[in-house]
T-cell receptor, first 114, second 114 residues
Framework: GAVVSQHPSRVICKSGTSVKIECRSL??????MFWYRQFPKKSLMLMAT?????????EQGVEKDKFLINHASLTLSTLTVTSAHPEDSSFYIC??????????FGPGTRLTVT | AQKVTQAQTEISVVEKEDVTLDCVYE???????LFWYKQPPSGELVFLIR??????QNEISGRYSWNFQKSTSSFNFTITASQVVDSAVYFC???????????FGPGTRLSVLP
């Protein structure tokens, strides 16, 4: 089946720095990818929808200047957490739409901001 | 609006017991898909099943079985003869046609004790 990868799987950064997370569809092209955030012991919450070649659509309450999303190719979307702070520490999961109903999920990236 | 409810926040069972995880959903669409995912401590979402709204047949896969009942808007998941390796958080999710995203339930944390 379709595979979605994320890199890095874990990252620790200092407060004030920026971190880039990559999401790749390995054996298929994805015009639409999604970014989710998961707080400890909570469910997945959609942050934004990333469309290849166009601007991302952000969910209400998500700061677009804080969480920069770029979907420059049909196999790669990136999420950059700018000027990270400890409250940005979370588990970030991407997914790629493979059909009108289905998404394949990446393995997630655990971000810790110290 | 779509909504997925998993009333059981946490469940603990002893190994070899059967356990049922409840999922109740709300949607105005007549065409939709329902999913179950397992999230072990590693964080990666593991796909378990996809069911479309027109297929109410129950499904069995090894120790896993699913009971889909449109009349009660439920899609319950049963693990027979539970094992310690079944310990994880389980998410039920709903997808609408060309929907922006999955709507995830809050998850049920299952602990299987030896």
């Amino acid at each position: 089946g379709a595979v979605v990868s994320q890199h890095p799987s874990r990252v620790i950064c200092k407060s004030g720095t920026s971190v880039k997370i990559e999401c790749r569809s390995l054996d298929f092209q994805a015009t639409t990818m999604f970014w989710y955030r998961q707080f400890p012991k909570k469910s997945l919450m959609l942050m934004a929808t990333s469309n290849e070649g166009s601007k991302a659509t952000y969910e209400q309450g998500v700061e677009k200047d804080k969480f920069l999303i770029n979907h420059a190719s049909l196999t790669l979307s990136t999420l950059t957490v700018t000027s990270a702070h400890p409250e940005d520490s979370s588990f970030y999961i991407c997914s790629a739409r493979v059909s009108p109903y289905e998404q394949y999920f990446g393995p997630g990236t655990r971000l810790t901001v110290t | 609006a779509q909504k997925v409810t998993q009333a059981q926040t946490e469940i603990s069972v002893v190994e070899k017991e059967d356990v049922t995880l409840d999922c109740v959903y709300e949607t105005r669409d007549t065409t939709y898909y329902l999913f179950w995912y397992k999230q072990p401590p590693s964080g990666e979402l593991v796909f378990l099943i996809r069911r479309n709204s027109f297929d109410e047949q129950n499904e069995i896969s090894g120790r896993y079985s699913w009971n889909f009942q449109k009349s009660t808007s439920s899609f319950n998941f049963t693990i027979t003869a539970s094992q310690v390796v079944d310990s994880a958080v389980y998410f039920c999710a709903l997808s609408e046609p060309y929907g922006q995203n999955f709507v995830f339930g809050p998850g049920t944390r299952l602990s299987v004790l030896p």
